[in-house]
């Protein structure tokens, strides 16, 4: 891998939707000094995300979606996020294109990509790419919603985007994604 890692073996775990594998390194420490280290890695592909923003109207479409991992650990089940999907050996940008569509019924234009991300490198190999598109009332194509084959059950949401940015403040809005892409609208917009 690098001259500083080596790995010794990984270990399948589990495979469904995605792979946990145990994965066995020796780790060389800038002393010199090697360490064998065990960790567990979850794989499950790398994924897209847009953010849909209206610049006549200044609002953001987002979306709110079950999602287990929250619920197990005590939160509400039910989090408002920007369009996101698994690659699925598309590009970046046309997966996020993609899923915004699946999701809102909007086709998004202007899209520009903001950045790569890994939101939890610790343990997931996910990496997700970030974008920016424009709606309006001409990119709407249908009425959105998330394919329910997929188990999706996706609301609409339609805020102010001074609103949007106020609830990555107090809690409303928890996704890293999301707040990021958000963050990155208003930074864009006083610069």
């Known amino acids: 891998m690098t001259d500083r890692i080596s790995i010794i073996r990984a270990e399948l775990l589990m495979k469904n939707w995605g792979t946990l594998s145990n994965v066995t390194l020796d780790y060389r420490h800038r002393s010199g000094t090697v360490q064998r280290l065990e960790r567990e890695v979850y794989d499950h592909g790398s994924a897209a995300a847009m953010l849909l923003h209206d610049p006549e109207r200044d ?6 979606q079950f999602r287990l991992p929250p619920l197990l650990n005590g939160d509400a089940p039910d989090l ?6 698994l690659l699925d050996s598309e590009v970046p940008a046309s997966a996020a294109a993609r899923e915004a569509l ?14 790569d991300i890994y939101t939890c490198p610790g343990s997931l ?15 709407l194509r249908h009425a959105g919603g998330g394919l329910e084959h997929e188990g999706e059950e996706i ?29 990155h609208l208003a930074l864009q917009q006083s610069g």
């Open 102 to 115: 699946e999701e809102t019924g909007h086709e998004p234009k202007g899209v520009r990509h903001v950045c």
């Open 155 to 183: 609301e609409l949401v339609e805020l102010d985007f001074p609103e949007a940015l106020a609830m990555t403040r107090d809690g409303r809005i928890v996704d890293a994604k999301t707040i990021i892409l958000l963050q």
């Open 125 to 139: 190999t996910e990496k997700v790419s970030l974008f920016l598109g424009v709606y309006d009332r001409t990119t």
């Open 59 to 64: 609002t953001v479409l987002l979306v709110r």
């Open 80 to 85: 408002l996020e920007v369009c996101a999907g």
